[in-house]
């Protein structure tokens, strides 16, 4: 990453004052599905079968899990893994099904009775294709290659011919032939993995749960000397192993003065926001439980006491992007006491009224446009859409029904809304429909960061002027910018910010022209970050001159 953009990786996973669907996301469209859906309706040329097993070699005993099988056509993405899916700028094809008991030496069948993305699996159009197996036995994480017992297969080619009349079927056989296993983290200089046992979520998920930190230690680290602390949140689908790519980032030559001075005067600590619903947000949730009070209460005390931290709130900075932006932003404003300034980039959405480009309070449907006659987009590269909300929810639906994909939008739900009768996420919107419950999304607003500044400006007003920073491409590549203006805006209004957005406090709303999700990161504002940092620091008196 470019020096200066503060560290965390771009992630998935960009003013309106709504009310009705604001125009500017009726840019020109790519539509990357229907061109994937035209070739599933060339003529059917054959009935597509996967068979999914493991021998006894691999595991003894039977489990049972989520088979998702994933499919690259052929000239897609030929770099790539199948298993490496979801694809936002090319989606392809995947099928999974449930399994309450799969034993050694049997097999599954994967057919038309999946559930499927974009098409069942005898849509396939003719050609030769790749197709890679997961069978997902243990869901602690928001990815499969981090959860320990899961299995995969080879990548395996197979050829649908372009006509059969007599009605042929193509078996492919997916053998799983690899199993997770948690090995020991590598051994990299400068930096430390940190993991305690979490008494309190132990005690909520019943099952012994870890926190975890990747430490890494300051340029030239005095033992004699206590630090301040920069919390780093990934984003989705990150973790506290980035720690390990940061150190590989000092190495870099071109890293700006301000940049290389605030890794001599501090500590990096990633955090790990990685739950069996995703990320976390640390923010205590009826689904993930007490996560922030785990953090405040558990991983900081004992972090503070293993390191050589300063133990006080303006000692202790947040930075995050995406996800991790809108964790940073949700743990400046709710625990002040506790962390004392944040800067947070393109965070997921901090007002609810753009939820992406959802209305959740007065929209009627989470994936249709009805006066437009258009499906809501998601993702966009260069002004053209490449996903839909509808397509995305759908990958998520064969990754995990019922909400439990770990994936960005389950993620949401078991983080914003409650649980339903089955002791999973409950749906805030139809995922065949996409109809929005709006009964439920009230139940969103204790998550509604522009609602709570609105409703209560002067318990959160502040420290949004003190303590929080955030900036946004005006061009999110999921559309981020729009919850940012709508909050910069009442920020405005209730005075909180000046015109410009800014205050004499520190704090400030900034959206980037031109920049996207992750352009933003090597943007002017993101490379000023350092900079900020280490004035903090010198006027808290934590800085050695």
């Not at 020991?184 to 909520?204: Q, W």
């Not at 991790?324 to 404003?333: E, M, P, Q, R, Y």
């Not at 805006?489 to 205050?503: K, M, N, P």
């Amino acid at each position: 990453m470019t020096a200066g953009a503060a560290w965390p990786a771009p992630a998935r996973y960009a003013g309106v004052m709504k009310q009705s669907r604001p125009s500017a996301w009726r840019a020109p469209i790519v539509w990357a599905l229907p061109i994937l859906l035209s070739l599933f309706a060339a003529q059917v040329s054959a009935k597509v079968v996967f068979r999914v097993g493991f021998e006894d070699d691999l595991r003894q005993r039977p489990v049972a899990g989520r088979v998702i099988v994933f499919v690259i056509l052929e000239g897609e993405h030929p770099q790539a893994s199948p298993a490496d899916a979801p694809f936002f700028s090319q989606p392809q094809p995947m099928f999974g099904v449930d399994t309450r008991r799969l034993a050694p030496g049997e097999t599954i069948v994967v057919d038309d009775g999946a559930t499927s993305f974009p098409a069942p699996p005898s849509a396939l159009p003719p050609g030769t294709h790749r197709a890679q197996a997961v069978f997902r036995t243990n869901r602690v994480n928001s990815s499969w290659r981090r959860e320990p017992g899961n299995m995969v297969s080879q990548v395996v080619e197979f050829t649908v011919p372009e006509s059969s009349e007599d009605g042929a079927t193509v078996e492919v056989e997916l053998p799983l032939t690899s199993v997770i296993v948690d090995g020991p983290p590598p051994v990299v200089d400068g930096v430390e993995i940190f993991d305690i046992r979490s008494e309190i979520l132990s005690s909520h998920r019943r099952s012994d749960v870890k926190l975890r930190a990747g430490v890494v230690f300051p340029i030239d680290h005095d033992p004699g000397r206590s630090y301040p602390a920069l919390y780093i949140i990934p984003g989705f689908g990150g973790d506290h192993t980035t720690a390990f790519a940061e150190r590989r980032r000092r190495e870099n030559p071109g890293a700006d003065a301000d940049e290389t001075e605030l890794r001599r005067n501090a500590f990096l600590i990633y955090l790990d926001p990685e739950s069996p619903n995703g990320h976390h947000l640390f923010a205590n949730s009826e689904n993930n439980g007490p996560v922030g009070d785990a953090l405040v209460m558990e991983l900081l005390p004992a972090l503070e006491q293993r390191y050589d931290l300063i133990p006080r709130a303006s000692a202790r900075m947040l930075r995050g992007h995406s996800s991790g932006g809108w964790s940073t932003v949700w743990l400046a404003l709710t625990r002040p006491e506790t962390f004392g300034a944040c800067w947070s980039s393109a965070p997921d959405p901090v007002d609810f009224r753009a939820f992406q480009l959802v209305n959740i309070y007065e929209d009627a449907n989470m994936f249709f446009d009805a006066e437009a006659g258009e499906e809501i987009p998601s993702y966009r590269r260069g002004g053209e859409v490449r996903m839909t909300i509808r397509e995305e929810n759908r990958m998520e639906e064969v990754m995990g029904p019922d909400n439990t994909s770990s994936q960005q939008w389950d993620s949401w739900l078991a983080v914003f809304g409650p649980r339903n009768e089955r002791g999973n996420p409950a749906a805030l919107y139809n995922p065949d429909t996409g109809e929005i419950d709006h009964a439920l999304a009230e139940q969103f607003r204790t998550f509604d960061i522009g609602h709570l500044v609105r409703t209560d400006p002067a318990r959160y007003g502040r420290t949004l002027r003190r303590s929080v920073r955030i900036i946004c491409g005006d061009e999110d590549g999921y559309y981020l910018e729009k919850a940012v203006m709508l909050l910069k805006q009442d920020a405005i209004r209730l005075g909180i910010l000046d015109e410009r957005g800014e205050s004499d406090g520190g704090g400030y709303i900034t959206l980037v022209p031109g920049a996207d999700h992750g352009s933003v990161l090597r943007s002017e504002e993101a490379l000023r970050f350092p900079g900020e940092m280490l004035e903090h620091l010198r006027r808290a008196g934590h800085l050695r001159e």
